[in-house]
Nanobody, 130 residues
Framework: EVHLAESGGGLVQAGGSLRLSCTAS????????INWFRQAPGKEREGVGC????????YYADSVKGRFTISSDNAKNTVYLQMTSLKSEDTAVYHC???????????????????????WGQGTQVTVSS
């Protein structure tokens, strides 16, 4: 059974850090990309970044570049989203999504419709207080 689960969300003060985890089952790491998205109330879903678990190349949206880092521990089937220098505008529900397509870099799908992804996690809430 294919399954993704995010964890690590919570309440943090502006300027603080959090690390989110996305643990996958039913996938062979090394042959899947994991994309991170977030959605704030009343706003459209935003692609945060992604990583190829094949070559560990990560890509980031301009809004988080330099503050967020995505990494993958293939032995644990887990991708991490390390968030630093958090701002109030980072408040959102964060989701990870699995992408088995290999026709383009995962960054090409940061603005793609949800149907392009094979599986989504349930999401984890991140709240940044100012």
């Amino acid at each position: 059974e294919v399954h993704l689960a995010e964890s690590g969300g919570g309440l943090v003060q502006a300027g603080g850090s959090l690390r989110l985890s996305c643990t996958a089952s039913g996938y062979t790491f090394g042959h899947v990309a994991i994309n991170w998205f977030r959605q704030a109330p009343g706003k459209e879903r935003e692609g945060v970044g992604c990583i190829s678990t094949e070559d560990f190349t990560a890509y980031y949206a301009d809004s988080v570049k330099g503050r967020f880092t995505i990494s993958s521990d293939n032995a644990k089937n887990t991708v991490y989203l390390q968030m630093t220098s958090l701002k109030s505008e980072d408040t959102a529900v964060y989701h990870c999504a699995a992408l088995t397509r290999r026709d383009h870099k995962c960054s090409s799908y940061l603005k793609a419709a949800a149907r392009f992804f094979d599986q989504w996690g349930q999401g984890t809430q991140v709240t940044v207080s100012s």
